[in-house]
């Protein structure tokens, strides 16, 4: 049986960026990864990477087998990349197989047939085995053909007329959006009464018409009952009548991926989602077990799990002083057509929490870069605190938003006053030069 300083479990970023690292540091680590599919972890193959992609394409305007196609060679050769990254590197084994524990200390290598091919073991053990689609409980949703989760969607061979979107949340949006502008016809069926119900209600409001411009149909309130075949169309069955789709996308949530890792043979406490449970250091209820990425809940961005190898490696290598207690705030970018992007509070947020505030706002025609991007739609809204003179929040809708708002977290982060922000010189005409206007203090 080989004993190795450091198992990862799973080719996730933080899994990954730790292997490299640790190798470096003269470690012997094993990384065990069940797909080839895989190698690089869920952004790079079935996530963030391919998505924005299609995003991206759709915008320019190209053609959904083009868009594909391109896809395709990005994943690929990412996949590639990452997989060669490390298996050239003589200290770290790449070992293809499923990972189950025996014990805390013990991993059984399974192969595809669920065989045992071999026991190892290590003195700290990661695991990084990310998410997986949340598929509900809905009659017929066995049996009935072309319903996928948002990676089948992704590998799809053929492009859908008309495509149900079951769910309304993120994920949902951003493949409508993609969808429609290859030149899919969109349906969205949202279980709530709101579509983006934590964003500032102006800013989703917007958004929502801009995908409603593009022909995109949004329902609320819908509760899905069924699926059934109808020739070579798919019904979906809810409340407010039927819907025929060429494919239907279950966007209905993700869920940790710890199915038949035998954690059941471990004193690792579990949460009520199946999430590996973390202390601030990401340190299981077994002191040498670690969690890091999407198993262990939370917010699952892949820039977050970049900051989850920052945390083991303090704790691993470093001082220890890294924790998510102070990774500061968190910014994320929805993928629609114009970008959404937030960090902080809401107006909304920040009166209930008791600040006294500010809250400034800019329309996307107003600033003279929209000209040369000819694109006039959205909103810049931003919520000041007039106690300190600091950024509270900020919500982005627009073009380019997926940019501007590293730059607003960097200064609440650093707690430079908003208005530093206001009277600096920027760069003409950009979209960030709009920040002398919606960090202005009124007269």
Not at 254 to 271: A, H, I, Q, S, Y
Request: with cysteine.
């Amino acid at each position: 049986m080989t004993s190795y300083d450091l198992i990862i479990i799973g080719f996730g970023k933080a899994g990954k960026t730790l292997a490299s690292f640790a190798a470096g540091q003269g470690q012997h680590v094993a990384l065990i990864e069940q797909s080839s599919k895989m190698y690089g972890g869920t952004c790079i193959n079935i996530g963030c990477i391919p998505s924005k992609t299609l995003v991206h394409d759709g915008i320019e305007g190209a053609s959904f087998d083009e868009a594909f196609s391109r896809k395709n060679e990005v994943v690929n050769a990412l996949n590639k990349k990452n997989y060669n990254n490390l298996a050239s590197k003589d200290n770290i084994d790449i070992l293809d197989y499923k990972a189950s524990f025996v014990s805390n200390n013990e991993i059984a290598l399974l192969d595809h047939a669920g065989n045992v091919k071999d026991k190892i073991t290590g003195n700290k053990i990661i695991i990084n085995t990310g998410a997986q689609a949340n598929i509900p409980k809905i009659e017929g949703i066995k049996t009935t053909k072309n319903i996928y989760d948002s990676t089948g969607l992704l590998n799809i061979n053929f492009q859908p007329k008309d495509l149900v979107i079951v769910g309304g949340g993120y994920i949902a949006l951003e493949f409508a959006s993609m969808f429609s502008n290859l030149g899919t016809q969109v349906t969205i069926l949202e279980h709530g009464d709101v579509i983006m119900p934590r964003e500032d209600r102006e800013v989703a409001d917007l958004a929502l018409q801009d995908l409603q411009d593009k022909g995109i149909s949004v329902h609320t309130n819908v509760e899905t009952t069924a699926f059934s075949n109808e020739g070579d169309s798919t019904i979906v069955h809810t409340n407010h009548g039927k819907f025929k789709a060429d494919a239907v996308l279950l966007a209905t949530g993700r869920k940790p991926n710890t199915d038949g890792l035998g954690l059941e043979n471990t004193d690792v406490k579990m949460g009520q989602r199946g999430e590996v449970q973390v202390n601030s250091q990401l340190q299981t209820s077994v002191k040498h077990i670690y969690a890091a990425g999407d198993v262990k809940s939370g917010l699952q961005f892949t820039y977050i799990s970049l900051d989850d190898f920052r945390i083991l490696r303090s704790q691993l290598f470093g001082d220890g002083s890294r924790t998510t207690e102070n990774r500061g705030n968190i910014p994320y970018t929805v993928f629609i057509d114009p970008p959404l992007s937030r960090v902080g509070l809401t107006a909304a947020e920040a009166e209930a929490q008791g600040f006294n505030f500010l809250e400034n706002k800019i329309y996307v025609n107003t600033i003279p870069r929209h000209k040369i991007n000819n694109d006039s739609r959205g909103i810049f809204k931003v919520v000041l605190n007039k106690d300190n003179g600091e950024i509270l929040g900020a919500s982005l809708y627009g073009k380019e938003s997926e940019e501007l708002i590293n730059l607003i977290k960097l200064a609440i982060d650093q707690h430079i006053p908003y208005k530093v922000l206001s009277e600096n010189i920027y760069t003409h005409p950009t979209m960030a030069e709009s920040f002398n206007d919606l960090f202005l203090e009124p007269l």
